[in-house]
Structures are given as structure tokens and as C-alpha cells.
């Protein structure tokens, strides 16, 4: 996945000005290296992964690692070009590697370059690092399809250069069950696990970690209590909670992907959401069917202990029917988010003590039939797409968690529909920057993107928006999805018949999506809301 490229620019003026310092003796060369993205499109170049914190490069000279040492050097956040200088090298073939790293020292990109140096000499090279292909999964139910057989998971390959999509393999869940979850993958991304609802099984699922291909285990699927939520993975550990059983279920996850039961917390009511964690505290929050949320501490084997009292968060005013929505976590670990419905909808804003528990800070009015908040990635702002008033709250984040209403923008509907439900967003997502927000329009074909202001949060509709990403039809919209490297959004378009997924490539000033490749059919209906891994595998 390596490339090579040559850029001999001996500049001996760049030398003072950029290798402040360096030794331009007859005993030794100069390199200066600068680190820029691979990705290319329409004349556009992409970003570093994002989650790309360090860069290391390692000098060869006359095929043996000299002196300098290798060196690392921490990624400026959000900086998209970064200066490697190597100094009075050996005079020789030489060659660089540079591997972009997350914070975890896993992989997430590389580049080469080759050439020559000599005594005295400057050279100012460019490299491109290319980013890691992306493997793509999607759960297809059976919703529309004319002969329904069950449920299928799809894994896909994402060109990390192109953003082009091409299909691995397909499985079909055993015993024709029915899903309408996405994947849940280890860490490690080598095991997956998909929710039965209507049988509570829990299906496992292997990840070839050099093609993507996936296969259900033969000791899969495993028995869990009816209704399951999505789980949620920590390192070793699976957490299982149900919308019809206050049983929170905890499970080690085996070497094989197997899952051996740990633990059965009993709680005083049904988790209406997925359980969420909050990994600075090494806590999880389980939100409760009546506006309850729960905190549990995560010990060494994997088990629960209840902190802090059940918090009851229970809206001001007049409530409709809604639940709470799935409590969002502050990337500090800091403070939590969570939505109430009905047509008198909430933000609340709660503080996480150190040991994990919860206190309310404040609320803020939504729209009507609010979905998932999304923070943006300074942190400073969170967004919640509201489905019945067919808008978008936006709000800052204080530095105490408090939130403040900044405004709520309504979703324009597309020129070609008359619908008045078509605009209803249904999630939002962001480039890797921050710099765009970009919104699925439930029940039409296409996103409406917005610039952020960075220093503000205000949204200021892009013109060049909203773009298309299938055929009109009635559907329940197309869901956008940021790939991990930060180049393009990867959209599962959820329609009757003509279901597909797509590839978008984010334009880094423009904020435009264009489609890269054809969309690919899916073998059944509803692709739900993709999972997107790099390839990080040892």
C-alpha cells in the first residue's frame, strides 16, 4: 500500500530557512521532507486521517538504518502538511518510510520515497501518504424485498485513494433471522456482533483481516433476552442491555470471537438505548425507559458496579410521548448529552463527576421528534437533527457543560419534490475538520450540507447543496456516514427497491460531495446505517 515519489528539488536557500541549523558539510546531505495526504479528487487533495496524532519516519541509507535515528513528531490538530528534516546524512542511496500513527501506535497510513544524497547538498522532498483501506459493513433486512429469506450482512472495500466501493462478501444471518442494527466490532476489529431482536439472539460474525470477509462462527448465535439494543464493546468485554428486559447482560469476549457470560445486572427498569461508555472514566451510562440514567463502574474483569444514585433528568413543561434518546458523550469524558422527545423536546446537559456519576447542569428547548445529537470535533458545539419540525437545533457547549441555544436552522426541501415531509433530517455528520456539517433528509435522496463557523457554530447553508445520492422515491433516507481516513462519506440510501450504497468524496474547501464510482446495489433491503473501519490489523 506503499508510494513512491520522487520530488529532487535541491534548494540550498531552503536549508537556512527551513533546516534551521543543518549541516551542509562535505561529510554529510539534508533532507527536508514534507508529509501531505495521498487523496487527490478533482484536482482537491484530502486530508491526514484525523485520527492520525504522530508521524514517524525512518531513514535508510545504503540499505541500513543510520543515524539520525528514526524520529517522531506529534501531528499539529488538524494540520494537514508536516516537515520531517533529516541532517548531515551519510552521502548514498537513501530511503524514507513514514507511517502515519493514532494514539494507540496503530497504523494509520504510509508512504515511501528513494534517491540519492551527497555530501553538502539540500534536498526538499514530498511525500504522499496514503491512507489505509476502509472496510465497509452493512446489515440488509428484509423490509420491501420480494421474497424476504432473512437478514444478510455485507462487507465492502473503500479505495482509500479513489473512494471508490467494491463488494467482498455476503452473509446471510443463520436460521433466516431478521436484523435491523449495524455491526458492533471488537477494538481489534476482528469480531463483529449483530442483534436478532425478535428471537433476542446476538449473531457473531469473523473479519478476514486481510480481505474484510466475514462469516458467521459456528458456535454463533448466542442467547440474550428479548428485544436487544444494539451492545456496546469495551476492550474485552460486551455489554448486552434490551428494550424488554431490565437484564443488563455482561459477556468476555473469548480469543475466538465467543462470547462466555460474566455477569447479569438486574435494573430497576428497561434500557430503552443502548448503553454508552465513557471511556476517560471508565464508566457506562444506561439510559432507562421514564428519563433514568444509571452509571456503572467498569472493573479489571469486565463487571459492573453501580456510582451515584439513579439520576432522574425529568423535562420542564409539557412532555409528549417520546423516550429519551441514547445518551452522547463529551469527548473529555466530561459531560453528557441527552435528548427527550415529543413535541416539547429537550436538551439536557449533565456533569460527570470522577467517579462517573451524573448530576443535571441545564436544558434547552428542541424541535419536534429530535434524533441523535452529534458533537462537532472541537467539541465547542453539538447539533441535534430535529425529524418533525424539520430543522436543526445547534448549541455551544460551555466550558462547564452548560449548553446555550445558538439558533434553529430549517432544512430547505430539494426543487424537484413538492412533499412538504421530504426535508425531515435524520442525522448529521461532519467533515474531519469540522469545517462542514452535512444532514440525511429522511424520506428524500439527498444531504444538505452547511459551513460552521468556528468561532460562533452558527450554520450557513452551502448553495451548492443538497446533493443527490439516489433517485427520489419513498424511503426513510439517506444516511451519511464520515470514513475513518476523513475523505469521503460513505451514504446508505434506505429505498423501496433500489437500495444502494455510495461514496462521496468531501471537498476540503467547498464542502461539496461528489460521487465516487457507481452506487452499489444491495442483495437485500434497508442497508442500516453502515459500520466504517480502517484496516489496522497487525
Known amino acids: 500500500m506503499k508510494i513512491q515519489k520522487l520530488a529532487f528539488l535541491a534548494a540550498a536557500a531552503l536549508c537556512a530557512a527551513a533546516l534551521q541549523g543543518c549541516n551542509t558539510s562535505d561529510s554529510g546531505g539534508s533532507i527536508l521532507v514534507h508529509v501531505r495526504s495521498a487523496v487527490v479528487i478533482n484536482g482537491a487533495r484530502g486530508h491526514l486521517p484525523p485520527d492520525t496524532t504522530r508521524l514517524r519516519a525512518t531513514l535508510t541509507v545504503a540499505g541500513a538504518v543510520t543515524q539520525p535515528p528514526p ?5 499539529p490538530i488538524g494540520a494537514d502538511l508536516v516537515d520531517f528534516a533529516f541532517v548531515d546524512v551519510t552521502t548514498g542511496d537513501f530511503t524514507i518510510d513514514v507511517l502515519g500513527l493514532d494514539a494507540a501506535g496503530a497504523i494509520t497510513g504510509e ?11 539540500t534536498l526538499n522532498e514530498t511525500l504522499d501518504l496514503l491512507p489505509l483501506v476502509t472496510f465497509v459493513f452493512a446489515t440488509l433486512d428484509e423490509e420491501g ?37 449495524p455491526p458492533v466490532f471488537t477494538e ?71 462470547l462466555t457470560p460474566i455477569q447479569t445486572v438486574v435494573l430497576p427498569g428497561i434500557v430503552a438505548r443502548r448503553v454508552v461508555p465513557n471511556r476517560p472514566r471508565n464508566v457506562v451510562h444506561a439510559a432507562l425507559a421514564g428519563d433514568v440514567i444509571l452509571t456503572f463502574a467498569i472493573e ?35 459531560f453528557v448529552f441527552v435528548t427527550s422527545g415529543g413535541t416539547d423536546a429537550e ?39 430535529n425529524t418533525g419540525s424539520q430543522s436543526i437545533s445547534a448549541f455551544s457547549i460551555g466550558t462547564n457543560g452548560n449548553v446555550t441555544t445558538i ?4 432544512v430547505p426541501g430539494d426543487p424537484a419534490d413538492t412533499d412538504p415531509l421530504l426535508p425531515a433530517p435524520n442525522k448529521v455528520t461532519f467533515d474531519a475538520l469540522g469545517t462542514f456539517l452535512y444532514a440525511g433528509k429522511g424520506d428524500s435522496a439527498s444531504i444538505a450540507g452547511y459551513r460552521i463557523d468556528d468561532a460562533d457554530g452558527s450554520l450557513t447553508h452551502l448553495a451548492i447543496s443538497p446533493f443527490q445520492t439516489a433517485p427520489f422515491g419513498p424511503a426513510a433516507g439517506p ?19 433500489t437500495d444502494s450504497l455510495a461514496s462521496f468524496f468531501v471537498h476540503p474547501t467547498t464542502g461539496g460531495l461528489s460521487q465516487q464510482g457507481p452506487a452499489l446495489s444491495t442483495t437485500l433491503t434497508g442497508p442500516h446505517l453502515v459500520h466504517l473501519r480502517p484496516v489496522r490489523f497487525p
Open 145 to 181: 424485498a420480494p421474497a424476504p429469506t432473512g437478514s444478510t450482512v455485507e462487507a465492502f472495500t473503500l479505495d482509500p485513494a479513489t473512494g471508490v466501493l467494491a463488494p467482498v462478501n455476503v452473509v446471510a444471518l443463520k436460521n433466516g433471522a431478521f436484523s435491523d442494527a
Open 407 to 410: 439558533a434553529d436552522y430549517p
Open 300 to 334: 479489571a474483569d469486565g463487571t459492573l458496579t453501580q456510582v451515584g444514585l439513579a439520576l432522574d433528568v425529568p423535562p420542564t413543561g409539557t412532555v409528549g410521548t417520546g423516550e429519551m434518546g441514547t445518551p452522547v458523550v463529551h469527548p473529555t469524558g466530561n
Open 479 to 497: 444516511v451519511p456516514s464520515l470514513d475513518p481516513n476523513g475523505n469521503f462519506n460513505v451514504v446508505a440510501n434506505q429505498y423501496l427497491m
Open 71 to 75: 524520529q517522531e513528531i506529534p501531528r
Open 111 to 121: 508512504g515511501t520515497i528513494s534517491g540519492a544524497v551527497s555530501g553538502g547538498s
Open 188 to 258: 481489534d476489529g476482528l469480531f463483529g456482533y449483530v442483534v436478532n431482536p425478535n428471537e433476542g439472539l446476538l449473531h457473531a460474525l469473523s473479519v478476514n483481516p486481510a480481505t474484510g470477509a466475514i462469516a458467521e462462527l459456528a458456535a454463533s448465535p448466542f442467547t440474550v433476552d428479548s428485544l436487544p439494543n444494539p451492545p456496546t464493546i469495551i476492550g474485552s468485554f460486551l455489554y448486552q442491555s434490551h428494550e424488554d428486559s431490565a437484564n443488563l447482560l455482561v459477556f468476555r469476549i473469548e480469543a475466538d470471537g465467543a
Open 347 to 385: 436538551l439536557r446537559a449533565l456533569a460527570v463527576a470522577a467517579n462517573g456519576s451524573l448530576s443535571l447542569l441545564n436544558t434547552a428547548p428542541l424541535g419536534e421528534a429530535p434524533q441523535s445529537p452529534a458533537i462537532d470535533p472541537s467539541g465547542n458545539f453539538i447539533y441535534v437533527p
